[in-house]
């Protein structure tokens, strides 16, 4: 737990020194997987040398990549936006013109924490920080993330009943999660996990369509009144209560 709290609580200064993936993701520069494949193309330098995978470095020392000078956070930020359909969850500005980096003009370099779909709408949170993306997208931790939807045709029990128990999709059966009935075409779905457009899948399974999906929260960030289009800074109290269940869901699991 104590490794935990200090990870969240950004204390990682205490530390001698952390992996450079690691590094460059808490910095906000990219993730860990894209930092290993920038270090082993050659491109990452430290104090001027060619760095290897596994690198550790410090405080103190000089990271770079293609020349430019990698720092950590002075501030973080973290920012929920409801993302309108249409829009797709990617920093890559070249190859998608509706790309939501260029949809939020944010002035400090950003990106989405997870995904969600181009046709879906709702709740999606933005960061500069690295380890607040590995928290909440660690699939092993449970954390909740809940949705509106409306499907095509009238909603049964024994609808509400599979797609609450679990159902094969994509090679696995997603885990048992909370749905409820909102109307006749609409519920609400609680998940715990992310599988890849996992909502319209598992409607598909039972020969229903998906019309409209809404994410309305991620853990205890929930969208509210937000506009479409319009985004918010993440509250002081929002935010410590995050870090509190960061360390309550790794307690729970590891007991």
Same mark, same amino acid.
């Given at each position: ?25 808490? #910095?906000?520069?990219?993730? !860990?997987?894209? *930092? $290993?494949?920038?270090? %082993?193309? &050659?491109?990452? =330098?430290?104090?001027?040398?060619? #760095?290897?995978?596994?690198? !550790?470095?410090? *405080? $103190?020392?000089?990271? %770079?990549? &293609?020349?430019? =000078? ?29 790309n939501i980096i260029d949809f939020i003009n944010y002035p400090e370099r950003i990106y989405p ?15 500069n920080d690295g380890s607040i993306v590995n928290h909440i997208l660690k699939a092993s931790q ?108 790794n307690i729970s699991k590891n007991n």
């Amino acid at each position: 737990m104590n490794g935990l709290k200090k990870d969240i609580l950004h204390e990682n200064a205490d530390k001698k020194d952390i992996r450079l993936n690691r590094f460059l993701s808490d #910095a906000g520069f990219c993730s !860990r997987r894209e *930092a $290993d494949r920038l270090i %082993e193309a &050659g491109k990452v =330098l430290v104090d001027g040398r060619p #760095a290897e995978l596994g690198t !550790r470095v410090t *405080a $103190d020392q000089r990271v %770079e990549v &293609g020349g430019k =000078l990698i720092r950590q956070n002075d501030r973080m930020v973290l920012i929920a936006l409801n993302k309108p359909r249409g829009i797709v969850c990617t920093t890559d500005r070249k190859r998608e013109k509706n790309n939501i980096i260029d949809f939020i003009n944010y002035p400090e370099r950003i990106y989405p924490v997870g995904r969600l779909d181009k046709d879906s709408e709702g709740l999606i949170l933005l960061t500069n920080d690295g380890s607040i993306v590995n928290h909440i997208l660690k699939a092993s931790q449970y954390h909740e993330k809940e949705y509106i939807v409306r499907v095509n045709r009238k909603i049964t029990d024994a609808f509400i009943k599979g797609m609450s128990e679990g159902v094969p999709i994509l090679n696995t059966v997603t885990r048992p999660c909370v749905v409820r009935r909102r109307d006749d075409y609409t519920f609400s779905i609680i998940l715990t996990q992310g599988l890849n457009r996992q909502i319209r899948h598992m409607c598909e399974y039972f020969e229903y369509r998906v019309v409209r999906l809404k994410r309305i929260r991620v853990m205890n960030i929930r969208l509210g009144s937000l506009k479409t289009g319009q985004w918010r800074n993440v509250t002081a109290e929002e935010l410590e209560e995050l870090k509190r269940l960061f360390i309550e869901n790794n307690i729970s699991k590891n007991n």
